[in-house]
């Protein structure tokens, strides 16, 4: 089976753009995370989200922004970058909003410039 | 305060040793607890969860005491391969709005 995949893996933007981050969850798997990581740091928790319901928004300005899917993939977009958006943005998937714990994405890295 | 607080690292141990990490939480009705384990530059993956009975999978026992919003992770017996950066993890209620939030984590470094 495969697990989470995140796409692009790698990407620059310059500030002022936009930018979509795309994740497939593992099969049968109907909660998806979102969260961004910046070097030294713990992730930090921007959304999830629940048979296509967002269920919990962490704080992160109205910049950024998710859907999920009818197949249980989802998008994060993140409008009018900043520098400070540089970072590791990890996608993770569960059976039941992470009861269980979560599997993780390889992530991708945004570099805006 | 924040949300979720781990001791600092680095932690420098050497092969065999015994080592305990340490997590704290603020909010009370928090539900589920789990350590997660990060290699440099990869993703976190989990290494277990926590439970007020506590458990144990081989040389790792995780523990949770929820009148002390405490959380603990202890390896025995380290491996070279236990060197990483280990998270501590909290999910808070859906009732005011469902949010996993991550510890800043511990580093650990095992030594030959």
């Known amino acids: 089976d495969a697990g989470v995949t995140q796409s692009p893996t790698h990407l620059i933007k310059t500030r002022g753009q936009q930018v979509t981050l795309r994740c497939s969850p593992i099969s049968g798997h109907k909660s998806v995370s979102w969260y961004q990581q910046v070097l030294g740091q713990g992730p930090q928790f921007i959304f999830q989200?629940?048979?296509?319901?967002?269920?919990g928004r962490g704080n992160f300005p109205d910049r950024f922004s998710a859907r999920q899917f009818p197949n249980y993939s989802s998008e994060l977009n993140v409008n009018a970058l900043l520098l400070g958006d540089s970072a590791l943005y990890l996608c993770?998937?569960?059976?039941?909003?992470?009861?269980?714990?979560?599997?993780f994405g390889s992530g991708t890295r945004l570099t805006v410039v | 305060r924040k949300e979720v607080e781990q001791d600092p690292g680095p932690f420098n141990v050497p092969e065999g040793a015994t080592v305990a990490f340490n997590c704290t939480y603020s909010?009370?009705?928090?539900?589920?607890f789990f350590w997660y384990r990060q290699d440099c530059r990869k993703e976190p993956k989990l290494l277990m969860s926590v439970y007020s009975s506590g458990n144990e999978d081989g040389r790792f026992t995780a523990q949770l005491n929820r009148a002390s919003q405490y959380i603990s992770l202890l390896i025995r017996d380290s491996k070279l391969s236990d060197s990483a950066t280990y998270l501590c993890v909290v999910n808070a209620p859906p009732a005011g709005g469902f949010k996993t939030i991550f510890g800043a984590g511990t580093r650990l470094f095992v030594k030959a």
């Open positions: 989200y629940y048979e296509k319901e967002e269920r």
């Open positions: 993770a998937s569960s059976l039941a909003e992470g009861v269980h714990g979560y599997t």
């Open positions: 909010n009370s009705a928090s539900q589920s």
